[in-house]
């Protein structure tokens, strides 16, 4: 089961995409990690990310996907993965397929979070001040001002994956702003449904 969670932040994804690891025994593979787990251990793309990093400067699409192609060739990605913020613009889509392709794969579904983002808003301060009273660390893109540019950014550049996925026909929605449980039971009957297509 290969799938691609779609949503801006706050969206759920990251709470969704444990929830899959753990029902289907799939890897969350998220960009981030796997780029500072390439450098730690010193693997070639590893090494061209940290001189590029070292730079101060944005890792290439290139350097990305040869990063996601190296980690779904583990054998816990056998199974299966979740991307969760990746891909981000229609190259690395395009990317992402063509890589997909060369090894034989493809996408299961597209999993879309679809939300209301004065809501979202809400929810990311109500989540700064449940983990202030419980005495956990705040997440710093959990700043209302932070939080806005990033939504912003979201649509600017995310929000043409949409199209993208619903051409190919692979692009499901859920609605991101229903109860953690409804969301889940949304995207088990998604799954289902493609499974069994």
């Known amino acids: 089961m290969r799938l691609i969670l779609l949503g ?116 990311i301060v109500k989540r700064a001040k449940d983990a202030e009273a419980a005495g956990q660390p705040v997440r710093k893109d959990d700043n209302p001002e932070v939080f806005a540019k990033r939504l912003q950014e979201f649509a600017s550049l995310t929000a043409a994956l949409s199209p993208y996925y619903l051409k190919s026909g692979l692009l499901r929605t859920v609605d991101g702003m229903a109860p953690i449980d409804e969301v889940s039971e949304e995207i088990n009957q998604i799954l289902a449904e493609a499974v069994s297509a």
């Open 8 to 123: 801006p932040p706050g969206a759920g994804k990251g709470t969704q995409a444990q929830r899959l690891v753990e029902r289907h025994g799939i890897v969350q593979l998220s960009t981030g990690d796997m780029l500072r787990a390439a450098v730690a251990a010193g693997t070639e793309i590893g090494k061209r990310a940290k001189a590029v990093m070292d730079a101060g400067q944005l890792v290439s699409d290139e350097i990305v996907i040869g990063i996601v192609a190296d980690r779904i060739d583990e054998p816990d990605a056998r199974k299966g993965f979740v991307l969760d913020g990746f891909p981000r613009t229609i190259a690395q889509a395009e990317a992402l397929d063509a890589m997909l392709s060369e090894k034989g794969l493809k996408l299961d579904a597209v999993i879309e979070f679809k939300v209301d983002n004065e809501k979202l808003v809400d929810r």
